[in-house]
T-cell receptor, first 113, second 116 residues
Framework: DQQVKQNSPSLSVQEGRISILNCDYTNSMFDYFLWYKKYPAEGPTFLIS?????DKNEDGRFTVFLNKSAKHLSLHIVPSQPGDSAVYFC????????????FGAGTRLAVHP | EAGVTQFPSHSVIEKGQTVTLRCDPISGHDNLYWYRRVMGKEIKFLLH????????ESGMPNNRFLAERTGGTYSTLKVQPAELEDSGVYFC??????????????FGPGTRLTVT
């Protein structure tokens, strides 16, 4: 049973436009969410996170939105750059010592000129 | 600050053999985790150490896998005997004390294990 789902395996966006990556979760106990970026042959790199007490967190070109009632979060990248081309993983965890991250299957983003 | 390091980067072994993977976390990180990604699927949790103690080993697939973290510094993950389905990329991650309200984990580059 996949508790974190990324239903789009791939996304193609033109340079300069907005990239929107989506993630859904089923476990209402999750209260902390993270996005990781992964290049081939490297480990996942932490990008941005959000606590369930917030509905938005912004860091430069990256913004994560959380809709708790819909159990949905999204990552917005604007403007998209060719260097953003990578696989993006959504992850979730519970606070209070349950530190393990539950990952989605990833979305491969391609930003083309 | 040095990142999480893993050794070896790649290992090819035959079914039935033993392999030991090593992870050195970021200095000062009490939390250390092992994850595995099989066949390009999602990254799955294996276990979590707090210092030298196993906090959660609910993701360990079976008793052929043994993880240790003697002295609360580096960790090893041994697979004995290896089976074909153990092939995949094994990631190690570390994090600071989560009681501070931060749950970010920092990953190493992974060890690609191929069992033939």
């Amino acid at each position: 049973d996949q508790q974190v789902k990324q239903n789009s395996p791939s996304l193609s966006v033109q340079e300069g436009r907005i990239s929107i990556l989506n993630c859904d979760y089923t476990n209402s106990m999750f209260d902390y969410f993270l996005w990781y970026k992964k290049y081939p042959a490297e480990g996942p790199t932490f990008l941005i996170s959000i606590s369930s007490i917030k509905d938005k967190n912004e860091d430069g070109r990256f913004t994560v939105f959380l809709n708790k009632s819909a159990k949905h979060l999204s990552l917005h990248i604007v403007p998209s750059q060719p260097g953003d081309s990578a696989v993006y993983f959504c992850a979730a965890c519970r606070s209070g010592g349950y530190n393990k991250l539950i990952f989605g299957a990833g979305t491969r983003l391609a930003v083309h000129p | 600050e040095a990142g999480v390091t893993q050794f070896p980067s790649h290992s090819v072994i035959e079914k039935g053999q033993t392999v030991t993977l090593r992870c050195d976390p970021i200095s000062g990180h009490d939390n250390l985790y092992w994850y595995r990604r099989v066949m390009g699927k999602e990254i799955k949790f294996l276990l979590h150490f707090v210092k030298e103690s196993k906090q959660d080993e609910s993701g360990m697939p079976n008793n052929r896998f043994l993880a240790e973290r003697t002295g609360g510094t580096y960790s090893t993950l041994k697979v004995q005997p290896a089976e074909l389905e153990d092939s995949g990329v094994y990631f190690c991650a570390s994090s600071r004390d989560s009681s501070l309200g931060s749950y970010e984990q920092y990953f190493g580059p992974g060890t690609r294990l191929t069992v033939t």
